[in-house]
């Protein structure tokens, strides 16, 4: 009977312990840092930084030929794992990894806004900034629980998808008239958008999501003189939905490895 390969699971977060944990449930045998040196496989955090868990140590105690797996992996991470001798391959370059992620991420959104507004979502006038996978997993979810949706997208594409699925859909040029009508906005545009003339057209008691990867789309300095909420939401699939979010990870690399030729049991 062929014997399991070893999987080093780094990390100390949830994420990487729902994932070892499914992993555990098919039988593989899964290790951590300090054993590293057994492992056939070693699966590293998202998002990868260079510097978490003295990433090139563990690279450099690696055994030859292991293949090591990331998410978000910087140039530096390449470059360590060239140091290293390490062949690594970035997870989140996947798709299928990347539309799933969309659910956990869009219901802990949701819980976000359940718990800091003091009304219901439902007749809630609330804006989305951008319509790409996020903004769509969130509007959706959103509208079925009967809030008022509005989408601001540069793209007449983007708009004209979100007017086919019942949203209201305005233009970025249009925003200024639109930010004063919500009781939330829920930005997913990397980039800034709500500068400090755009906070002041909100709400007082506006609350502002940013699900945007860093530095987000809001000034943060300017909401914070003017008193608008704003919760930065990065990672919400390991914060709000650990386990799911790990066996997700772990289901791609284990695609990853078979169709790369490795023998997964």
Known sequence: MAVKKIFSVIGEDERQRGAARYLESLGYPVVGASEVYRADYILLPLPLDPDREALAHILEAARPGALALGGKISPQVYAQARQAGVEILDYYDREELVVLNVVPTAEGCLEILMRELAVTLWESPILILGYGRVAQGVAQRLAALGARVTVAARSPAARALARSRGLEAVS????????????????????????????????????????????????????????????????????????????????????????????VL
């Open 172 to 263: 970025m040029e249009a925003l200024p008239g639109a930010l004063g009508e919500n009781l939330a906005v829920v930005n997913t545009i990397p980039a800034l958008i709500l500068t400090e003339d755009r906070l002041e057209e909100m709400k007082p008691d506006c609350l502002v999501v940013d699900l945007a990867s860093k530095p987000g789309g809001v000034d943060l300095e300017a909401a914070a003189r003017q008193g608008v909420r704003t919760i930065q939401a990065l990672s919400l699939p390991a914060r709000c939905a650990p386990e799911t979010a790990g066996r997700l990870v772990a289901q791609t690399v284990l695609t990853m490895l078979e169709e790369k030729g490795e023998e």
